[in-house]
Structure formats: structure tokens, C-alpha cells
């Protein structure tokens, strides 16, 4: 018998309530990194995800590569394998949450581009399962 919304709504909030939710933060740049460290310091696993390969080792090393964000704090969530940074979007489907943090730059007309959101969201698309929720912070109008 196949699972309802209801109860895979419930699931997933009771697992938020006990903190036991694996969060996917797609985008590590100034949304993403921050927004990913403080999940981490919530006690969530948190898995990053970026096609930057360069960010995804400094990650890995313990080093930010944002001014504001100390390598100390980084070190820390890694170490306590709270936080983890992957180009592997294959690792989609071992979350419950995934935040797509990417630009919305404008374009010459003051228009949102939003192919960064519609080329991650097709990255993703694939990895993607049932009870999984999906949330976008970007700036978009």
C-alpha cells in the first residue's frame, strides 16, 4: 500500500522536530555556505552541493573561502561530520530537504535570468524521491 502525503508529511516533520533530517544546500556561495554552516550548527547533517570543484575541497580541508566565515567553524562542523560538500548530485537522494541557493542575476532588460535555477533544478531532477521537500532562496521577483 502506497504511503499518503499526510503521513509522509508527518515523517518529515518529525523528523526536523528530533533534528534527524539530512538537509541538501545546493549553491555554496554567500547564501549557501552560511545558510548550510548554521543547519550544521543545529546538529543537522547537512550535505553541500557545488559544481565547484574548488569549494568542494576546500570544504573538505576544514578552509572557507568566504571572508566572514572562519575556517575554524567549518573545521568543526566537518570534523563532526555535521557538514560534508560533494559535486556529486547523485547525493540528492540521500536527503530530506534540499535548498537551492544559486543566482538570479538580471539580464540586460533588469529581467531575472533564471537558468541557474532551471539547470540545477534539472540536475537534481533526476535523484529527487517521494517526501522529499524542495525550497528556492534565491532572489527572484
Request: charged share 25%.
Amino acid at each position: 500500500m502506497p504511503t499518503s502525503p499526510t503521513s509522509l508529511s508527518q515523517e518529515l516533520i518529525l523528523k526536523f522536530k528530533n533534528k534527524e533530517a539530512k538537509i541538501g544546500i545546493v549553491g555554496l556561495g554567500y547564501v549557501g555556505l552560511p545558510l548550510a554552516i548554521r543547519y550544521a550548527e543545529e546538529n543537522f547533517k547537512v550535505i553541500g552541493f557545488d559544481i565547484d570543484n574548488d569549494k568542494i575541497m576546500r570544504l573538505r580541508d576544514g578552509v572557507s573561502y568566504i571572508e566572514h566565515v572562519p575556517s575554524s567553524t567549518i573545521s568543526a562542523l566537518v570534523k563532526n561530520n555535521n557538514l560534508s560538500a560533494t559535486s556529486d548530485f547523485s547525493e540528492i537522494s540521500k536527503v530530506d530537504a534540499i535548498i537551492l541557493c544559486v543566482p538570479t542575476p538580471l539580464n540586460k532588460y533588469r529581467e531575472p535570468d533564471l537558468s541557474y535555477v532551471i539547470d540545477t533544478t534539472e540536475a537534481c531532477l533526476p535523484y529527487i524521491k517521494k517526501g522529499q521537500i524542495l525550497s528556492l532562496e534565491s532572489t527572484t521577483y
